[in-house]
Nanobody
Framework: QVQLVESGGGLVQAGGSLRLSCAASGRTISSYGVGWFRQAPGKEREFVATIRWTGGFTYYSDSVKGRFTISRDNAKNTVYLQMNSLKPEDTAVYYC?????????????????WGQGTQVTVSS
């Protein structure tokens, strides 16, 4: 059993930055793949970024590539999402998810553990 808790969301102006954290408990997630997803009102939950268990592979959606960076600190059992140059269209609830296989997947159905989400709102 893995529990995930996101934090770091808030309200920022366009062009600003936020760093989201995903803290895991129950088990170490050093061997898990971890992904970030987001969901805006009236839309499906969509892929944002993922990192493989080795940390050597990362993958991003086209909409955030070059602006967002996913990283992990296995000693702290935590994964981060650094978000720069934020745009109003980035506004959503952001979720982290863990995949026991260790792969970095862009498909939400590959993840068995999910956090409760944290709200990110970008104004202009």
């Amino acid at each position: 059993q893995v529990q995930l808790v996101e934090s770091g969301g808030g309200l920022v102006q366009a062009g600003g930055s936020l760093r989201l954290s995903c803290a895991a408990s129950g088990r170490t997630i050093s061997s898990y793949g971890v992904g970030w997803f987001r969901q805006a009102p009236g839309k499906e939950r969509e892929f944002v970024a993922t990192i493989r268990w080795t940390g050597g592979f990362t993958y991003y959606s086209d909409s955030v590539k070059g602006r967002f960076t996913i990283s992990r600190d296995n000693a702290k059992n935590t994964v981060y999402l650094q978000m720069n140059s934020l745009k109003p269209e980035d506004t959503a609830v952001y979720y982290c998810a863990a995949d026991r296989s260790g792969n970095g997947s862009k498909n939400k159905w590959d993840y068995g553990y999910w956090g409760q989400g944290t709200q990110v709102t970008v104004s202009s």
